[in-house]
């Protein structure tokens, strides 16, 4: 399974973006799919996941009120809303799939699927 993130770039803090995630070809409607972010010299970090269903949960102290995870389950694709970005929030973002929430949020996390990342910089 080939997990395509885009959507990455370079923003002034306090603006906004919008990563996607697609899996051509595969449908993952009975899978979590989730969001890591990994900055320079720190362990990777869970951002969120979404359920099959559309439960959703977030890393409460790092992003929660600022990120919002959805899906589009015609278009196999998972988006991360992010606004007011901080200058902190600079890392590489890794799309990830799973079977059950539990393993995403796990320590380390059990993921089957990986993205080649994509690079968010967010400028102060």
């Known amino acids: 399974v080939q997990l395509v993130e885009s959507g990455g770039g370079l923003v002034q803090a306090g603006g906004s973006l919008r990563l996607s995630c697609a899996a051509p070809g595969r449908t993952f409607s009975s899978n979590t799919m989730g969001w890591f972010r990994q900055a320079p010299g720190k362990e990777h970090e869970f951002v969120a996941a979404?359920?099959?269903?559309?439960?959703?949960?977030y890393n409460a102290d790092s992003v929660k009120g600022r990120f919002t995870i959805s899906k589009d389950n015609a278009r196999n694709t998972v988006y991360l809303q992010m606004n007011s970005l901080k200058p902190e929030d600079t890392a590489v973002y890794y799309c990830?799939?799973?079977?059950?929430?539990?393993?995403?949020?796990?320590?380390?996390?059990?993921?089957?699927?990986w993205g080649q990342g994509t690079q968010v910089t967010v400028s102060s």
């Open positions: 990830a799939a799973t079977e059950y929430i539990f393993k995403m949020t796990s320590t380390p996390p059990r993921i089957n699927y």
């Open positions: 979404i359920t099959w269903n559309g439960g959703m949960e």
